[in-house]
């Protein structure tokens, strides 16, 4: 057997592993809650050592963010695939969100824990993880400025950026408010501050 097969088969092997602690974690934060899963059930329950466990992730918190990312960047393609088909970026945005807030309601508590280390993580470059997100606003902005819509005077990855904060704040009040938070009402209201500013035009006519 050669070494590449050798080496192959060990990667694999690690992924492997990997996926099984993420599905694994995953379940007993949805079932039992995250504060009261311990790394040594996990590690038992994929049959592996604590050692070993840590070795992949040295905390509950970088398990969620993996979690997250993985979905994230896995769904990239087939994302960009539908928003293709919409026809102005407002509408792309819009429907961009209302999908990862669908998506994201089952996993409200994780959520918590994800964007707090995201922020933590933009303090740090060095440990920063893009979401997969920064991937899709990208190709969102740059269709926009390429169609007319959007102002081609600042970089796309800056504008991206930027909308990608806005809809983490959003997020973080939907945690705080709870089902207080209209979905539909406040991501429309982001998106057309987003496009429009928040200058009042009617004034200035």
Known sequence: MSKNSTLN???RKKEETKQSILTTAIQFFQTQGYDATTMEQIAEAVDIS????????????LIVAEFFQDMSHQFVDQVLDFLAKLPTTRSKIYEYFRGQFEWNLQYRELLQIYFVHQFQSMLQPEAYQNSGMDQVLAQIIRYGQEAGELRQDLP???????????????FMVWILEGDSWNPEKHLA????????GAENKSEMR
């Open 9 to 11: 088969r060990r990667e």
């Open 50 to 61: 604590k050692v070993t466990l840590y070795n992949y992730f040295p905390s509950k918190e």
């Open 189 to 196: 209201a982001m998106v057309d501050l987003f496009m429009n």
């Open 156 to 170: 796309t990855e800056y504008l991206a950026k930027h909308l990608e904060i806005m809809y983490v704040m959003e």
